[in-house]
């Protein structure tokens, strides 16, 4: 069983920048996808960005392409999520959530399988 924590939302002004930081614990995740994803008040969660097994195949949403970038560190078992240039629509909790299978290129919510708790993400304009 994985247990993944998330860290590094807060308030920011539009044009700002946050870190996101996906810690986990209790297997090690080197050989499945990671993802993160986002949800506002009243929409449906929204794939953001993931990262396969293999540190080179990244996958990101049109909205966040060219502004967010996605990295995993294996030997700590944690992901990250630079975000860069954030927009008031940016404005969500962000989840971070591990692949059900190893070795494949996912970015379906079903497709994932262990959830954190998520963390706030405020942007401003």
């Known amino acids: 069983q994985v247990q993944l924590v998330e860290s590094g939302g807060g308030l920011v002004q539009a044009g700002g920048s946050l870190r996101l930081s996906c810690a986990a614990s209790?297997?090690?995740?080197?050989?499945?996808?990671i993802a993160w994803f986002r949800q506002a008040p009243e929409k449906e969660r929204e794939f953001v960005a993931a990262?396969?097994?293999?540190?080179?195949?990244?996958d990101y949403a049109d909205s966040v392409r060219g502004r967010f970038t996605i990295s995993r560190d294996n030997a700590k078992n944690t992901v990250f999520l630079q975000m860069n240039s954030l927009k008031p629509e940016d404005t969500a909790r962000y989840y971070c959530?591990?692949?059900?299978?190893?070795?494949?290129?996912?970015?379906?919510?079903?497709?994932?399988?262990?959830w954190g708790q998520g963390t706030q993400v405020s942007v401003s304009s």
């Open positions: 209790g297997r090690t995740f080197a050989t499945y996808a």
């Open positions: 959530a591990v692949a059900k299978v190893p070795f494949r290129r996912l970015t379906t919510v079903t497709d994932f399988g262990s």
């Open positions: 990262i396969s097994w293999s540190v080179s195949i990244t």
